[in-house]
């Protein structure tokens, strides 16, 4: 238990959700042929969806429905799912790893990074406000969010669009808020223990998360993230630029930065071949591709993914959708997150297709929590999906991370 106030810990935004990316069609005891609709219930970031692109077959296609808890989450997982659509004409594998993971993961990012974040912003918004019907993009779709919603979406990408103020400029600097704002967190969190936090983070890395299977986890790394917020460093840059996608109005020889590079490319690979382009590798020092001026990319330029849709769902919908006729039993796989768990209810059966998967997300990585609350979330949760219609899948080796739900037996 933290010694200052519990919710403190994960926070009131969803920036990242609690457990290491899955193929969801991978999980229970049938793998779709055909295309399968996936519906994520606050997830807090495209993980899931890059990893169950990668998992598909060929012959497979993908629909995957998003609901979200804030549009700044929205936003965020647009603009990363954008940086994963840019074709390699334009930016190399290894260079767009690097600013995948630096928007992920760090509280503030390089000045070229920067730059890439606000022609992605910029593409966005435009995408948002000029798309009524019809898509622009298929894994950026917005179209069903409310007209309110995608107005506050715009506002966002403008937000992050704004440029600094120039050296020559009249105007002050801009200030450089996240240092403030990170310790700040970090003071709420902690409460009384702020005086030897980096030994409450010795402690949370080595008798936490390392008890729980995270050996891989580097204390230098690991420190650095809690007490900056910097979880990826990878070249000998500046990072002192505040992530705008990250600002809301509320010892091992192969380290956890290395495994995270190759994860993201290994995806970023599978996401050229589903779009049928050679997966060429290009090493740290070879410049992107020149075929493509990347500051000349835009909605239309990126990749298209053969079988492939992303469309986001306003932020109120999950209780609205077994209205509709047209989500009736039509969902093969239902995913929520730790903090949306307790939004499922009976209303389930009616938007689950035969057979269907429930995958929920357990409190295994909230580390405020003591074994004894941890056990009792995940026998809530088995609660909640009987109520909703569903019983444990037991033909597979459940782990501690999520729990795989099928729809009970008739």
């Not at 200052?4 to 991978?26: I, N, T, Y």
């Not at 200030?175 to 704002?181: Q, R, S, T």
């Not at 990250?246 to 490319?265: G, M």
């Amino acid at each position: 238990m933290s010694a200052g106030r519990e919710s403190e810990g994960p926070g009131s935004v969803s920036w990242w959700g609690f457990s290491p990316a899955r193929d969801l069609l991978s999980l229970g005891p049938v793998r779709y042929e055909g295309e399968a609709n996936v519906l994520l219930i606050g997830s807090g970031d495209p993980r899931h969806i890059l990893k169950t692109i990668a998992g598909l077959q060929d012959t497979q296609s993908l629909h995957v429905w998003v609901i979200e808890t804030s549009m700044e989450v929205v936003a965020r997982q647009l603009l990363l799912l954008y940086l994963a659509l840019i074709p390699q004409e334009s930016m190399g594998i290894n260079e767009k790893t690097e600013v995948f993971l630096e928007v992920f993961g760090n509280s503030e990012i390089r000045s070229q990074t920067e730059e890439t974040v606000r022609r992605a912003a910029s593409q966005l918004s435009s995408s948002v406000t000029e798309t009524l019907e019809a898509a622009s993009h298929a894994c950026l779709n917005t179209t069903l969010l409310k007209f309110k919603e995608r107005d506050e979406l715009a506002t966002i990408f403008k937000l992050w669009i704004q440029p600094r103020p120039s050296s020559s400029s009249s105007e002050p600097p801009a200030p450089i808020l996240m240092p403030k704002v990170w310790d700040y967190r970090v003071r709420q969190h902690l409460g009384t223990r702020y005086d030897s936090k980096k030994a409450c983070f010795d402690w949370d890395l080595t008798m936490k998360l390392h008890q729980k299977g995270c050996g891989v986890i580097n204390k230098q790394q690991y420190a650095r993230w809690r007490e900056q917020g910097l979880a990826f460093e990878m070249r000998e840059g500046v990072y002192q630029i505040a992530n705008p996608s990250l600002l809301s109005s509320r010892v091992f020889s192969r380290t956890a930065q290395d495994i995270s590079i190759a994860n993201v490319q290994g995806l970023f690979q599978c996401l050229s071949s589903r779009r049928g382009c050679p997966t060429t590798s290009q090493s740290d020092s070879e410049a992107p591709s020149t075929q493509i001026d990347q500051k000349s990319v835009t909605i239309n330029d990126l990749m298209r993914l053969n079988g492939i849709s992303v469309t986001f769902l306003p932020l109120d919908s999950l209780h609205k959708l077994p209205e509709k006729q047209k989500y009736s039993h039509y969902f093969n796989t239902i995913y929520a997150s730790v903090s949306c768990a307790h939004q499922l209810g009976p209303m389930m059966r009616q938007i689950a297709a035969p057979d269907a998967v429930l995958v929920v997300e357990l409190a295994k990585y909230i580390l405020d929590l003591s074994k004894e609350q941890e056990g009792g979330f995940a026998k809530k949760v088995a609660s909640i999906a009987l109520e909703a219609g569903f019983e444990p899948w037991r033909e597979g080796n459940s782990d501690d991370v999520h729990c795989v739900f099928t729809q009970q037996k008739k």
